[in-house]
């Protein structure tokens, strides 16, 4: 079955609601996972649904920070929670030293940061970002301005679990990220999946123009998780309704 985006959005931010996220986050949550589904990296192959409830805690624990490099311990919860503020972080670094490194550790779901990396892309400067789970290593990287980045995946799979670290940097001088991405890639002997940003926005223009194609079985339990919120319908919710 195919739906729209609007719908995919509202769906998985109803769902994120119901499995208890805040405001903010639980929207996040909509945009990060429909993005991904849309450049046609498998948004909902990465998380689980239902959506799980939040981990807990309002803000990530900042282990180490200097003018350039800061770690954050997500502390076991989901991107949508934390990786907007990563992000961000990283690029008021970039800005100030033109050069900066974020790492957001013991993170849920860490591909989804994706789409947060794309948002501070398009303000003007160059990202990659990196990371290990069970497939292999994951890697992306944005030039500047892009929307899209260019991706690549190692299967290098080992016993990781879900619960992982990425890596990002960030930096207003090409050359420097040029030799940064050099040395994530050095295992000439293992298979290299590639996907190049103009098929990343390829796929995300014919999934806006076609509707986003999604498995029946998961797009229910994707609307079953917004149960918790759902009103019950009796005459007093009936009368608060406006008029019919």
Known sequence: MKVSRNEMVTALSRAYEGAG???GDYEDAGQLVTWLQMAGLSGFDRI???PRAPKGGATPRLVFENGDIAVLDAGGADVCEHGSLAAYL???KANKSGFAIIELANCRYPGLILRSLSMV???GVYISAYR???VGSHGASFESGATFPHYWRL???DDRKEISTVTIICTNQPALLADAVTRQVEQPELQRFEISAAQLAANYNQALEQGIEV???QWDAL??????ILVRSDTQSRSGAGPM
């Open 21 to 23: 996220h805040e405001i």
């Open 48 to 50: 689980s649904l239902p």
């Open 90 to 92: 990283m690029h008021s």
């Open 121 to 123: 892309a398009q303000l």
């Open 132 to 134: 290990k789970d069970q």
């Open 155 to 157: 299967d290098n799979a």
């Open 215 to 217: 498995d029946p079985g």
């Open 223 to 228: 609307n079953a998780a917004a149960w918790p």
